[in-house]
Nanobody, 120 residues
Framework: VQLVESGGGLVQPGRSLRVSCAAS????????MSWYRQAPGKERELVAA????????KYGDSVKDRFTISRDNAKNTVYLEMNSLKPEDTAVYFC??????????????WGQGTQVTVSS
């Protein structure tokens, strides 16, 4: 199992950014996927999750109505579109493979993370 995040960077408050996670080594379309984030000195928290077929989604309270998770099962990729970014969104964003057949529980496989910094 391999999860590789990309697309992080420095962005100004109020702007948008999309991060991606390319998956390999497993049957991607069979698993829910999710994004977590961890800011310095804080615990890792769930940002968003999406079911295997992309029908169900779940969001953390702090990002509802600003972030959108999506997936392309043909490309084995999950995306996180982040709008109206705030400085408090600054964190390392991690891709996670959820537990198959369970909605929703994070799993044991993580990517290396991509840094998102929101600052003027």
């Amino acid at each position: 199992v391999q999860l590789v995040e990309s697309g992080g960077g420095l962005v100004q408050p109020g702007r948008s950014l999309r991060v991606s996670c390319a998956a390999s080594g497993f049957a991607f379309s069979n698993y829910p996927m999710s994004w977590y984030r961890q800011a310095p000195g804080k615990e890792r928290e769930l940002v968003a999750a999406i079911s295997s077929g992309g029908i169900r989604t779940k969001y953390g309270d702090s990002v509802k109505d600003r972030f959108t998770i999506s997936r392309d099962n043909a490309k084995n990729t999950v995306y996180l579109e982040m709008n109206s970014l705030k400085p408090e969104d600054t964190a390392v964003y991690f891709c996670n493979r959820g537990r198959r057949g369970v909605w929703f529980q994070g799993g044991d496989y993580w990517g290396q993370g991509t840094q998102v910094t929101v600052s003027s």
